[in-house]
Structures are given as structure tokens and as C-alpha cells.
């Protein structure tokens, strides 16, 4: 059982997304992107009527940081039940179509096209010339070779139609041309007779130049749209400014291919490129019917709606509470603050699975600390909390960011670590020695002498009114004179100080080092390698 009873990890394991990781969709620029698309095939479907023509073509440019999602929002339209009852599409990756000739990009298109739809649209075919033969269409029955014997022996069309499908019979093809003549094009025809051979992909091998191209790919789109009646959708995904493939791509928008839709996907690095590249392609990116930039995809609000999504995707037992929601939303929060490598969907998913890995190999309820802490140390050994001196784990940032909600709970964390972490300092030798406040200072909460013999009155001030707070401490230190100068250390934005008073200002990763070492220190588990670390510690806040 994985975290949250769920019966499998919701997380995609491979860097990259398959149609069945693309099911979950989340992000809400992810989802207005999806509308948009859906709203463009919507809006080409209302306007055809009968047959298409030159005006029933879209393009639209769906932009894209590199691991935000594109590849995974061009794969779930692909899936979608809609767009299946609708559109027939093509998806090429053209990092993975090698070399860039037109013959490897009309063979990557081709192969974009599944299995079921080959096998849906040949039967259609067939089974359209079945019903002219039956009509008795002389030219109709001589495609499907039939004769005296078949008279004889009762077989009718229908047994002939099921044994070309399944391969037992092959027709008579050339009757094709004149049983079809006025009704298709001879390049429909020619497209008819590859399908019903099986040998639709091979076309590619076929073509001589861009022109022959456009020229099947239009009259597949016809057929598409009388067979099936489906819109035609061409996905090219990773696009860039590669001369064949902007050739390809140019050739394929001034076709104006009628019932289509063209959809390119690309970074805005490569719409850069190609804006330098080819300005005439560039022009005809701009003028796209739907252009959707998804900039800002990669904020924390976004990823975290993505990442929740796949939990409640796969919670069939409604096991994943509200608090659970806050619980992860909080820790991927601290992920995506202190590391600025996981603020992408793709990477933010990496470690959320194998998070999720973990925390079932240990019966964990949820997906807690140390599922993350263990992830990141197994994917990213070396990987340390941002700004920390002390080399925080990640277990423990998430649990004292947590506690530090309370800000008199953490004003009084910080106030016992600096005393710690003082006491520890003497032991080293780096400061002289205490003295106690003895209530002789309102707000002072340590007294030491530094190694050059100046008394030192250290107060922490956190999340008050600092000003009022600092010249009353200030002032109280000056009239009873017991100490030579003041230390204020605060999280406050405030000038570094005069007349004998120091202001450090210590940010939320300071005050994590302070606890985390004032944690070690009371539990006696300071290590070797936490011993220098101390002490710069000491030193950056000015201690010593």
C-alpha cells in the first residue's frame, strides 16, 4: 500500500511523460491551455459543413519552458475522449527523428498515427465500396473480383469485404480508379489503395519532394473527415529552428490543409531561433489562431496544483484529507523555496515519486520527511539547504520551518540557541565567559565577555516592533552601563547600528542553523563535522 491508501504511486517514473502519466492533468495555466485547444477544434468543427476547404485550417503554438509540462499537456489533448470521438492525430517528438530530411519527417508523421485508426479508417473504406457493390455498381463488384462462382456458390459481398480485411483475398485495385473517378481525387484513391493494402507508412518511402507531401497529407485529411468524420491533428512537438524542419513545417501552414488543425510545441528559446532563422516562418507563428504561452507554469501555486492532482487522480477511496493536502502542499513548498533545481513540474515529480517509493517501503501513512530527506540524498547526494551553514537535512528544515509558525515559540527557540551555541563557543576558547542578566536589563538575554575582554549584551528581537524594541534596549544598556556594547540580532530589516550597538540581521535560514545546532547541542549528538560549522555560525552572526 503506498501513502494515503493509495494501490499504486501516482507519480510518473520516466523523465519523460507517456499517454497514460498525460491522463492527469492539474496547473491552472495547464488548464486554460487545454481549454484554448479544445476551443479551436470546437470552433473548425462548427464551421465545416459537407467538405472542407482551404479556410478550415488552425495553427496553433502552445510555448513552453523545457520540464514544465508541454510534452505532458500535448499527450493528455491526444487522449482525451473528445478529441478521440473527433479528431484523428499525429503526434512527432522531432528529437527523436534523425536525419532531418522530408522523408524522416513524413515517416515520423505517419507513424504518429496509431494502430486503431489505420484499422478504423481501412475498414470504413472497405466497407464504403461493399455497399456500392451491393448497390449493384458493375465497377464496384469488379473490385471485390466477383463472378460466375461467386453466383454459384452464394458468396456474397460482405464474406469478400471480411476477407480482404483480414487478408485472405486481395482485391482488384485497378478497378478501383474508374469505380471512384468524379467522387475522389487520384490522390484520395491513392491513399484509399495504400490503406487497404496495409501499406499506408510506406508512403514515406514513396514521395519525391514537399509537393507529393502536402498532397497525401491533404487528401488523408479528406478522408479523414468523409470516413471518419474526424478532424485531422498534427502535433509536432520539440520544434526548432532546424532549416528541413522549417521547411516542413512553412510548406505544411501555406498548404492551408483543409479539416486540420496544426499544433507546434516549443521552448521560447527555439521560437527565438526561429525568429532569427526564418522570419517568414516566424511571421506565420505570430499570426497562429491560438498562441498560448504558458510563461509562469513553473510557479509554486502552479506546480503544487499539478503535484495534488495526481494524488487526488488516484485517491479512489477518498483517503487523501484536507490536512494531508496542507501537510504535502507545506513540504513542497520548502522543497521549491530551497532548491531552485526542483522548480519544474518534471523535477518536482522525480522526487515525489521516488518520496512516495520510500515512505511504502516503511508503512509510512504519508509521505513525510524522511521519504523526502532519504530522496534527496539517494537522487542528489550533496545537495544542501540554501544559504545553511550547518548542512541542515532536509527532514529537519521541513520540521523546524514548521514549529517556527509560532513566532513566540520561535523567538524563544532562537533566544535558547544563542546561549547554546555561546556556551559551546566558550568551550572552544572563542569567547571568555557569562555572566548572568540577573533581570538588570529588560530584553537582554545574554551577557559574555569576547576574548578581548569588551562585556557583550546580546538580544534577540523577533517579528516586534524593532525600532521601539531596539532604543529601549539600547537605551536601558547605556543607562546602567554594565555592558560595553550591544548585540541585537533580529529578523527585521534594520540598519546595521551605532554608538556600541551591532544589528545583525538573521533571515528563517540562520535561525533554522541556530536551532538545528542548539537541538544537536542539548541532545549531545554534535559530530566532527559540526564543529567548525559552529563556529562560522558564531562568527557570521557576529558572536565571535
Not at 510563461?295 to 487523501?320: M, P, W
Not at 568551550?427 to 538575554?445: L, Q, Y
Request: proline letters at 2%; aromatic letters at 8%; glycine letters at 4%.
Amino acid at each position: 500500500m503506498y501513502p494515503y491508501g493509495l494501490a499504486q504511486n501516482p507519480y510518473p517514473s520516466s523523465p519523460t511523460p507517456t499517454l497514460i502519466d498525460a491522463q492527469v492533468l492539474g496547473g491552472r495555466r495547464h488548464k486554460e491551455a487545454k481549454v484554448a485547444v479544445l476551443s479551436c477544434i470546437d470552433d473548425l468543427n462548427s464551421k465545416i459543413t459537407g467538405s472542407a476547404t482551404d479556410k478550415d485550417f488552425r495553427l496553433i503554438t502552445l510555448i513552453q519552458d523545457v520540464g514544465s509540462g508541454k510534452t505532458h499537456l500535448a499527450l493528455h489533448i491526444r487522449g482525451l475522449h473528445k478529441i478521440c470521438n473527433n479528431a484523428v492525430i499525429s503526434y512527432v517528438d522531432l528529437s527523436q527523428v534523425f536525419p532531418r530530411d522530408i522523408h524522416s519527417l513524413y515517416g515520423a508523421m505517419l507513424r504518429g498515427l496509431d494502430k486503431e485508426y489505420i484499422h478504423s479508417l481501412r475498414k470504413a473504406i472497405v466497407y464504403y465500396l461493399k455497399d456500392k457493390a451491393e448497390q449493384n455498381k458493375k465497377r464496384a463488384k469488379k473490385f471485390f473480383n466477383n463472378g460466375l462462382v461467386d453466383l454459384i456458390t452464394r458468396k456474397s459481398i460482405s464474406n469478400k469485404a471480411e476477407q480482404i480485411l483480414d487478408g485472405t483475398m486481395v482485391p482488384n485495385y485497378s478497378a478501383m480508379n474508374q469505380m471512384l473517378i468524379g467522387e475522389f481525387s487520384a490522390a484520395e484513391v491513392y491513399v484509399m489503395k495504400l490503406i487497404i493494402r496495409g501499406k499506408f507508412r510506406d508512403d514515406a518511402y514513396n514521395i519525391r519532394n514537399m509537393e507529393d507531401i502536402i498532397t497525401s497529407i491533404s487528401a488523408m485529411a479528406n478522408l479523414n473527415l468523409k470516413f471518419l468524420k474526424k478532424l485531422t491533428i498534427l502535433q509536432i512537438d520539440e520544434f526548432d529552428s532546424d532549416k528541413k524542419s522549417l521547411d516542413f513545417v512553412k510548406a505544411v501552414i501555406n498548404a492551408h490543409l483543409p479539416s486540420t488543425v496544426l499544433m507546434l510545441i516549443l521552448t521560447p528559446s527555439s521560437y527565438e531561433e526561429i525568429r532569427k532563422e526564418d522570419g517568414s516562418i516566424f511571421d506565420r507563428l505570430e499570426k497562429a489562431n491560438y498562441k498560448i504561452d504558458l510563461a509562469g507554469s513553473n510557479t509554486l501555486e502552479e506546480i503544487l496544483d499539478i503535484i495534488l492532482e495526481y494524488v487526488r487522480h488516484y485517491d479512489l477511496q477518498k483517503c487523501f484529507k484536507l490536512q494531508d493536502e496542507n501537510d504535502l502542499s507545506a513540504k513542497i513548498k520548502v522543497i521549491y523555496d530551497e532548491f531552485p533545481d526542483f522548480r519544474n513540474v518534471r523535477s518536482m515529480t522525480n522526487i515525489l515519486y521516488h518520496a512516495t517509493e520510500n515512505a511504502s517501503k516503511r508503512n509510512a501513512r504519508i509521505i513525510d520527511e524522511k521519504a523526502i530527506d532519504d530522496t534527496i540524498k539517494s537522487t542528489h547526494p550533496g545537495l544542501r539547504i540554501r544559504g545553511s551553514i550547518m548542512g541542515v537535512p532536509l527532514s529537519d528544515f521541513i520540521k523546524i520551518r514548521s514549529s517556527s509558525n509560532d513566532i513566540q515559540m520561535l523567538e524563544s527557540d532562537v533566544r535558547d540557541a544563542v546561549k547554546n551555541l555561546l556556551n559551546y563557543a566558550h568551550d572552544m576558547g572563542s569567547v571568555a565567559k557569562f555572566e548572568a542578566t540577573n533581570g538588570r536589563a529588560s530584553g537582554i538575554d545574554v551577557i559574555y565577555n569576547d576574548t578581548s575582554g569588551t562585556k557583550v549584551a546580546v538580544a534577540v528581537v523577533i517579528n516586534k516592533d524593532h525600532t521601539k524594541n531596539f532604543d529601549q534596549i539600547s537605551n536601558t544598556v547605556k543607562s546602567v552601563g554594565f555592558a560595553d556594547k550591544l548585540l541585537i540580532l533580529t529578523n527585521a530589516k534594520a540598519n546595521s547600528g551605532s554608538d556600541g550597538t551591532t544589528v545583525v540581521n538573521i533571515d528563517r535560514c540562520k535561525m533554522t542553523d541556530l536551532i538545528y545546532f542548539s537541538s544537536k547541542y542539548k541532545n549531545n549528538e554534535i559530530l566532527h563535522d559540526d564543529l567548525n560549522r559552529a563556529l562560522m555560525l558564531a562568527k557570521s552572526i557576529k558572536l565571535c
